[in-house]
Each structure stands twice: as structure tokens, then as C-alpha cells.
Nanobody
Framework: QVQLVESGGGLVQAGGSLRLSCAGS????????MGWFRQAPGKAREFVAA????????YYADSVKGRFAISRDNAKSTAYLQMNSLEPEDTAVYYC???????????????WGQGTQVTVSS
């Protein structure tokens, strides 16, 4: 398995931007797809974005399409989530995860980071 550590969360005003990073260590030589999920208080964890191991394919939840962008730098074993035009509804703990195949399903992912808090004020 790969170990993942997220960073870049924080407090931002509505309309602002943040970039989350997810640094991998361990078996990063394997070809992992990467995903971002989020969980707001009292709600289930939900899919945000995913990217294939080579960056050739990306997928987004409808709620973030056009505002968020997922990318990766395999040389640095790091994935990113650029979040623009943030809304209070985006407030959640954001998790990155690694999976053997690209997927929007959390059950596909077998390595998870500890999460980073994103808070968007109105």
C-alpha cells in the first residue's frame, strides 16, 4: 500500500481558491489511480474527483465540475486538487485516496490520507 498525506486545507471566503496536495510514499512505483473525496459534518463521504495513473483521464462530481481540477505529478508522487470559486457548501474534510483502477467509488480505494479541513465562509 501507499501512504498518503494531504495538505493545503484552510479557511477561505466564498469565491476564493485553495489547492490541496496529496503526497504519497511507500509503494509509489506502482500505477495508482488517485481520487479526492470529502465529508461534511453529518453527511456521508462523497466523491469529488479522480485521475488515472498517467493523468490521461479525469472524473468529477457534478457539484464541482468546472470549478475544481485534479492533477498529478508522478515524479513527485503527488496529486493535487485545485479548487476555485469555492462555496460554503464545499466545507468538508477532504481526503485523498489511491486505488488500483480509476473509480468514483470509495470502496475501490485501498489507501487513504488522514484528511484536511476546508472551510468556506459566506
Amino acid at each position: 500500500q501507499v501512504q498518503l498525506v494531504e495538505s493545503g486545507g484552510g479557511l477561505v471566503q466564498a469565491g476564493g481558491s485553495l489547492r490541496l496536495s496529496c503526497a504519497g510514499s511507500g509503494r509509489t512505483g506502482s500505477n495508482y489511480a488517485m481520487g479526492w473525496f470529502r465529508q461534511a459534518p453529518g453527511k456521508a463521504r462523497e466523491f469529488v474527483a479522480a485521475i488515472s495513473w498517467n493523468g490521461g483521464r479525469t472524473y468529477y462530481a457534478d457539484s464541482v465540475k468546472g470549478r475544481f481540477a485534479i492533477s498529478r505529478d508522478n515524479a513527485k508522487s503527488t496529486a493535487y486538487l485545485q479548487m476555485n470559486s469555492l462555496e460554503p457548501e464545499d466545507t468538508a474534510v477532504y481526503y485523498c485516496a489511491a486505488a488500483p483502477v480509476t473509480s468514483t467509488l470509495s470502496s475501490t480505494y485501498n489507501s487513504w490520507g488522514q484528511g484536511t479541513q476546508v472551510t468556506v465562509s459566506s
